[in-house]
């Protein structure tokens, strides 16, 4: 019996599957895309780009709603901005793990810059 040719991405997954899984589950994903073994540089990327945007989405989230905003006695602004912080979140979110599972290669303005510095030598 002729065994399949192994894939290049994380768990033999396809490279579309596994770009989606690390955008859909956030930084989990990511994280687990990223360490699953392969080579597919797109599929790295994604799983980067996963882990970098929702960990700095995480802490502009800290900074802003819990220290800035009632430092300043802004707590009028803290509801109205968190909102359209989320909305912001759930777009970006969908935006990246639909155009994952596409098989579409996603690059989050300002996140990927930020992505190839922080993972240049695991991409």
């Excluded at 802004?74 to 994952?100: K, N, Y």
């Amino acid at each position: 019996m002729a065994d399949q040719p192994t894939k290049n991405t994380p768990f033999g997954l396809e490279p579309n599957v596994a770009m989606g899984l690390a955008y859909l589950l956030t930084w989990l994903g990511g994280l687990i895309m990223l360490v699953g073994g392969g080579t597919n540089k797109a599929v790295k990327f994604a799983a980067a780009q996963s882990i970098t945007l929702w960990v700095a989405w995480w802490i502009v989230n800290v900074a802003v709603f819990w220290f800035i905003l009632p430092m300043l006695h802004l707590w009028l602004l803290s509801f109205p901005l968190s909102m359209l912080w989320g909305v912001l979140a759930l777009v970006v979110w969908l935006w990246t793990f639909i155009s994952g599972f596409q098989g579409k290669e996603v690059r989050v303005p300002v996140i990927d810059g930020l992505t190839e510095s922080i993972f240049k030598s695991a991409l």
